[in-house]
């Protein structure tokens, strides 16, 4: 099968708009490099041939680049690729619990995106987990951002009466960063799973994403005492992540 034919087909069997679905695909030639910093981006006939699509439709993608700042259009000359910065498109999934702590401590709480209210069981999660269950928890569903770039949309579970004793501390800080320095408190165990999903409307409200954009779900619990003092549910934007890992590590 030829490669324009291969774009064709993987194209069809998306209910996403075209222009959408370019979008993402040249969002992913940026990121490869693909195409390079710096440098014109191959010209309209070109991509018409490659994806078989009309020029309307490709003008309407890469309007979408251009609205995001990732190219821009210099009249005469092209359609050019924008530097951006690597802080702000680079943020790595923490593989431990250490990890995460230190990755709550740079990713301020931006806001609440509804109140905390108290939850009597945490939801199904499927991981080995020794730790029984807290009598209840609060909720706390929040976004966080780095330097105003909305990175994390996250649900909470805190035992409630971890919470009641330290309220002033969760309600101004991430939960994990809280939970490192209290005096005493040691985490026994801890796990987490990442997925990659779509997001909910919710989340991409939060995130600035268009709904059924691809998040990365990272699920984690953390115990003390043989108690689940806590359990997260994470989504973060996959055009943000990364994930490496030390493979000789023991």
Partial sequence: MSDHSSNQAAMSRS???????????????????VWPVGHQIPPLLEL?????VSRMTLRNALSVLEADGLIS????????????????????LPTSWQEAVALSDVLGTHRFVESERSAK???????????????????????????GVPYCYSEVYVADKLFTKHRKAFLAQPAASVIARIPGLTISESRQRLTIINASF???N???LQPGESVAEV???ACADGVIIYYARLEFPTKFVKLELDMLAR
Avoid: I, W
């Avoid at 730790?131 to 706390?140: D, E, M, R």
């Fill in 206 to 208: 939060a995130l600035l």
């Fill in 15 to 33: 209910r996403q708009p075209l222009y959408l679905q370019l979008a993402t695909e040249f969002r992913r030639c940026l990121d490869s490099g």
């Fill in 219 to 221: 699920v984690r619990y």
């Fill in 73 to 92: 259009r210099r009249r005469g000359k092209g359609t050019f690729v924008e530097r951006r910065s690597n802080a702000a498109y680079s943020l790595s």
């Fill in 202 to 204: 919710q989340s991409a």
């Fill in 121 to 147: 069981q945490l939801p199904a999660f499927n991981m080995a987990c020794s730790g029984k269950p807290a009598s209840s928890y609060q909720y706390l569903c929040r976004l966080h951002s780095s330097d």
């Fill in 48 to 52: 018409m041939k490659t994806y078989q």
